[in-house]
């Protein structure tokens, strides 16, 4: 009974949130499902399967750390205490994310003049502080709080985005950045920005065509970054092991091409999630819901992690395709949410 009152009560919140409708769906709907390599999903799933707040997930758990580790028996155990749930209504929008590779300074330079800041002490969680254009014209400098100076001003734009990092710093170290908050502005996209103002069509945006038109641009650049109001700010991740992925919002590492962002509002965070993604290069695949994004809203809207360097991100950057996401929920909240709807 208390697992049923849980699920209505997500259910309300989920419908409060934006009226989405749940269907359950079959295993056997989801296209190349068996083909899927389940084990390594599973394992994504462990990571962060002792953080799902709800209790009648930890049973699960229990059980998934019992699975032998092969793809039958990790499928087997999905088929067995899940059903898959469309929350909302397709086609969904999938775009991708990584880790950044990028250079940097301990101290300013010629070269390196842009910095990335610490979380000022004074800023509270979900306070709505200075702009974008407002900590770019200096409001910051000189009260110690850069972590590391950039080369470039539209890579630390785009780290902003990615939310995480890797940057080798001129004394030959390698340290790891993670999100530490934002200044409560809501994002806004400049790729749209580009197509509102006639300069690129929709079909033309992409990060590559977005980088390339800001430097061809220096000033009229700084004032198209500036239309997203939204800025963030970084912590030094310590002891993070260069195989492993960015802090995720579970406070765990996210897992390449395992882990999505996505919307809490409607995905459970740590929840499995499969996504049936179109496009050029078409993903059918078990990810869990390990991340969240400031662009990230919706019951069909995912960010997809690819991954860190430079082949991780030209993969991402062209990722803007439809599809379906599916939910994978313990039954009976599955079934509650959808009789619900």
């Known amino acids: 009974m208390a697992a049923l009152f849980r699920s ?7 419908t409060g949130a934006g009226m989405a409708q749940a269907q359950v769906v079959e295993f056997e709907s989801l296209a190349g499902w068996r083909e899927d390599g389940q084990a390594s999903a599973l394992r994504a799933f462990l990571d962060t399967c002792d953080r799902i707040g709800p209790e009648d997930w930890a049973p699960l758990c229990a059980l998934a750390a019992d699975v032998p580790p092969d793809d039958g028996s990790a499928r087997a155990f999905f088929e067995l205490f899940f059903k898959p749930v469309v929350i909302g209504t397709p086609p969904a929008l999938f775009t991708g994310y990584y880790e950044p590779e990028l250079d940097g300074s301990p101290v ?4 390196y003049a842009w910095p990335i800041y610490r979380r000022p002490p ?16 200096g409001i910051l ?27 080798r710093m001129t004394d030959g170290r390698v340290i790891r950045v993670g999100y530490a908050g934002k200044n ?10 580009l197509v509102r103002r006639g300069i690129m069509s929709a079909h033309q945006v992409s990060a590559g065509a977005i980088r390339a038109w800001v430097r061809a641009h220096p000033g009229a650049g700084d004032d198209l970054l500036n239309t997203n109001p939204s800025y963030v700010f970084f912590r030094k991740l310590g002891n993070l092991p260069a195989e492993k992925g960015p802090i995720g919002a579970m406070g765990r590492s996210i897992t390449p091409l395992r882990s ?11 929840a499995p999630v499969w996504i049936e993604k179109e496009g050029r290069a078409p993903l059918n695949r078990l990810m869990v819901a390990q991340d969240t994004g400031g662009a990230i809203k919706g019951a ?37 949410l959808a009789s619900g709807g």
């Open 108 to 111: 300013r330079t010629p070269r």
């Open 122 to 137: 004074e800023l509270p969680d979900g306070a709505v502080w200075h702009s974008r254009a407002t900590i770019e014209s």
């Open 184 to 193: 409560g502005h809501p994002y806004r996209s400049v790729g749209q920005e």
């Open 260 to 270: 999505l962002a996505v919307d809490p509002k409607f995905t459970p965070l740590g």
């Open 300 to 336: 069909q809207r995912a960010d997809i992690f690819y991954g860190f360097g430079d082949a991780a991100g030209q993969a991402a950057g062209d990722v803007k395709d439809g599809g379906r996401m599916v939910v994978l929920l313990p039954i009976d909240r599955a079934y509650a």
């Open 141 to 167: 400098r000189g009260r110690g709080l850069e972590i590391a100076w950039l080369d470039d001003p539209v890579e630390v734009f785009f780290l902003q985005i990615q939310g995480s990092g890797r940057i």
């Open 8 to 14: 209505l009560c997500l259910l309300l919140a989920l």
